[in-house]
Structures are given as C-alpha cells and as structure tokens.
C-alpha cells in the first residue's frame, strides 16, 4: 500500500539537531516562538516583511504560508519546510526549494531562529543538515543562499560552508532601498562538517521530491 505522503517519514539528525518536514502539531510551535521574536525591531532580514504582521495575522499568515508550500510539492517543484528541534522543542525553521529539479539539479534555502537560539552555531548547523541531504541523497549539484548586506549571522554561514559570492540585487523593503547579496555553492566546494548527518525516511521522500510522485512499486 503506498504512502500518500512520504515526507512524514524523513528525519535529518544533527549533533544537536532534528529537522523534519514541517507538521501541524508543530506549525503551532513555530507560531507561537515567531511571536516571541525573530529579529530585532529596527532591522528586517526578510524581503518579504512577515514579522511586521500583527499578533493576530502572524499565526493565519505563517500556517497558511507552509500549507501553501506544502500543497505545491509537484513535478520536481518543491518548498520542503524542515522544522529544526532542540531537545524535542521547535527553535526554528530551515528551507530546502527546488523548481524543475529533475532537469536544473539546483536548489535553494532560507531559515529563521528564535532570537533565543541565535548566534549558537545552529544556524550552520541546519543549513548543513539539508545541503547534506541535497547533495548526497537528492543529487543536487548547486545551491543558492541570499542574505542582505546588514545580515551578518547569514552571510557568515554560507561563507563558512563554501558559497561564493555571486552578485547582488536590489529589494524594497519598508519602503527603503536594500541590497541581496546572492551566493552560489557547487557541490565539489561544500565545506563538510566533521559530524556526519543520519537520515531517516530518505529512501522514499527523495523519488517523491524530484518528482512529485510516489513511484510505483515493482512486482
């Protein structure tokens, strides 16, 4: 009998770190620590404002937007959200995209910590986590990263683990000029961690992300 959804199955595990797709039980967490901060007031990380909503519209808005990338896993396409633990309670949340996976063999991240557990080292540490898991299960060959120019901590990581830098772009963001610095890492230049990452539910969920659909199995 085949599984309708493989991805409940996938667990990434860290020295100190549990990444798994994002869930609703766990959806609640997630809200409920973006409430508790995610940045510092004067500053804003995101191109997309969303930590400017208020209390009420911060919940609807950050469910609606995982189901929204759950939903649209298909054809090679995806927005896998990884909800990252410590000690069993959600801190954070690390993004793995792809579009035209099959064909482009690229993909893509973004993350955001709970201001409690920033500036800890688990910022690198996730984002090592799933650059593992792209190359070494799903058969990426790049990844891309941004961050803007202000953005120290992210900028710090994708340097440390091999990115390069690869030109820039220009956001409008509470109604200010900003600059994106982009970075591009290939696979051959990945600055490994010394831990090695264990994987769970692998085998099925990567079939289903480079293509959007449970493989039949055979006879």
Do not use: C
């Not at 667990?11 to 967490?29: A, F, M, S």
């Not at 959200?81 to 793995?96: A, E, P």
């Amino acid at each position: 009998m085949y599984d309708p959804w493989p991805l409940r199955h996938l667990v990434l595990r860290t020295p100190r770190l549990e990444l798994r797709p994002d869930d609703d039980e766990g959806l609640l967490e997630l809200v409920a620590l973006a409430r508790q901060g995610v940045h510092p007031d004067r500053t804003m990380p995101f191109a997309h404002p969303w930590t400017d909503a208020s209390p009420e519209d911060l919940g609807p808005n950050t469910v609606r937007h995982h189901w929204q990338q759950r939903a649209a896993i298909a054809d090679g396409n995806f927005g896998l959200q990884f909800l990252v633990r410590l000690d069993g309670k959600v801190i954070g949340v690390q993004g793995l995209t792809a579009e035209n996976f099959p064909v482009t063999r690229e993909v893509a991240s973004g993350s955001w910590l709970g201001m409690a557990y920033q500036r800890q080292g688990y910022g690198t540490e996730m984002r090592a986590a799933v650059l593992m898991f792209a190359f070494d299960h799903l058969g990426a060959l790049t990844a891309r990263s941004s961050a803007f120019t202000d953005n120290a901590a992210s900028r710090g990581v994708s340097l440390k683990l091999g990115y390069r830098p690869d030109g820039t772009q220009l956001h409008v963001v509470r109604d200010k000029r900003v600059v994106e610095e982009r970075f591009l890492l290939e696979k051959a230049n990945f600055v490994r961690p010394e831990w090695t990452l264990h994987t769970q539910g692998a085998e099925a969920s990567v079939p289903f992300l480079a293509t959007g659909h449970i493989p039949p199995k055979e006879p």
